[in-house]
């Protein structure tokens, strides 16, 4: 049973909350704030706080600059490494609204409930778990970020090899004071990288956890003297940051991607929900890999999907269905990576997979084989596409895409391309070290 108005206020008052956090995201993913004083929950709750959208980039224009605050008050939660001498600190996520009245078209955690509401419709319920990876680097005497790991451990390594274990244990005790049912946390393949897994839950709820999350593990690694990065592929050589989504739908009660007497007991509607993820996959490649270097970390060799296929036997493909059944029956869209704004992300991946629901899409038959070995000739007789292989070429691939384009909103869409295509110009225009090393001294 979800929280109140009255709830939090009582909750406030037992727990002697001096400060309220107000979060909400902008279109990139970034999670802004506005903190106030305890004694302005009244009119926070009800709505009432306003803030200049047009300082929030890709907001509105400063003509239309008042946007309105309205706080979830199911995302209250305390920050448990704040000081609580003088009083503790909250916060609340909240949606952004104009001042008519009516949501803003700008706001991504809208745009989800948005297709969340249309499941609904349809009788069902986005069921979603993400795995996020992250990197943990050490930092400067003075503070700055570098990329040097704090250890050489590997896959599922232990202490003392692998140093981030202190730091990682505090994450997860203060994740599970936030409300977080954590399933699993370990080090990854490439030296200084982890992955903390959460239970899956509701859309809407996942993609809150997530921007939760990133706040969370930034601010417990810091206290570590460490730097965390949720940047896809910082490192050269070595694997990069991915998050893959468990996804399935709920019908009353029911997973409706299981059925015992399916092909592998997959669902009609499981299978067309995997036909639409593909059909989309491309469409929906730059908002689950928003930034240049979101395709670095998008190349073979290093476990990252390229080829829009799916299995349930190998994870070369772009999509694996794991082997567990019944209520636990679910696809993994191994694409996204922890850079990507989650309320997007996620909202275009229902979009894809009700689209396939609602056209029943057949997918290919599975891939078991692994893609990576096969010859460019062997995919092509397969029908394997490959994901765009740049930021470039992923906007371009939106573009075509009507879908993506009206889940996200001309508002969303528009901005996003717009900030997109000046980072992608920025960065082509850029000289790397990468071309002095290859060709100054040569020609």
Not at 163 to 177: D, N, P
Not at 247 to 253: A, C, E, N
Request: a negative charge.
């Amino acid at each position: 049973m979800g929280y109140t108005k009255q709830d939090v206020i009582q909750l406030v008052k037992e727990l002697n909350v001096h400060f309220i956090r107000l979060q909400f995201t902008d279109i990139l993913g970034t999670m802004k704030n506005v903190a106030i004083p305890v004694k302005q929950l009244d009119k926070a709750l009800d709505g009432e706080l306003m803030f200049d959208g047009s300082s929030i980039e890709g907001f509105v224009r400063i003509e239309e600059s008042d946007m309105y605050l309205r706080p979830d008050p199911n995302t209250f939660t305390l920050f448990p490494w704040r000081p609580t001498e003088g009083g503790s600190v909250a916060r609340l996520i909240c949606d952004v609204y104009n001042p008519d009245g009516t949501p803003f078209a700008g706001c991504p955690r809208w745009t989800l409930k948005r297709v969340v509401e249309r499941a609904a419709k349809q009788g069902y319920t986005m069921m979603a778990g993400s795995e996020p990876e992250f990197f943990l680097f050490t930092r400067t005497p003075e503070g700055g970020a570098t990329t040097h790991t704090h250890d050489q451990a590997g896959y599922f390594d232990l202490s003392p090899v692998d140093k981030g274990e202190e730091a990682r244990r505090e994450l997860v005790l203060t994740l599970e004071q936030m409300g977080f049912e954590i399933e699993a946390s370990h080090h990854e393949v490439a030296p200084g990288q982890h992955e903390i897994d959460f239970k899956y839950t509701d859309a809407l709820t996942t993609a809150d956890n997530i921007a939760t999350f990133r706040i969370v593990v930034r601010t417990i690694a810091m206290r570590h003297g460490l730097h965390a990065t949720f940047m896809p592929k910082p490192i050269f050589g070595i694997s990069g940051s991915g998050m893959h989504i468990h996804q399935s739908l709920f019908k009353d009660g029911q997973n409706a991607f299981f059925d015992p007497n399916g092909p592998e007991q997959i669902s009609g509607v499981g299978m067309s929900y995997i036909g639409g993820l593909m059909a989309h996959a491309t469409g929906m490649t730059a908002i689950n890999n928003p930034l240049v270097n979101s395709y670095k970390r998008l190349v073979p060799g290093y476990e990252a999907p390229v080829y829009v296929a799916w299995s349930g036997r190998n994870r070369s493909p772009l999509i694996r269905v794991p082997a567990r059944r019944g209520n636990g029956t679910r696809c993994e869209l191994r694409s996204p990576d922890p850079s990507c704004n989650p309320y997007l992300a996620l909202a275009v991946q229902l979009a894809a997979g009700l689209d396939g629901v609602e056209k029943k899409i057949t997918p290919p038959p599975p891939v078991n084989q692994n893609i990576y070995a096969m010859s460019p000739q062997e995919r092509e007789q397969l029908g394997i596409r490959s994901l765009p292989q740049s930021l470039r070429d992923a906007l371009d691939a939106m573009e075509q895409d009507d879908l993506i384009r009206a889940t996200l909103g001309e508002h969303i869409y528009t901005q996003f391309m717009r900030a997109k295509e000046i980072e992608w110009e920025m960065y082509r225009a850029q000289v790397t070290q990468w071309e002095l090393d290859q060709y100054l001294a040569s020609f």
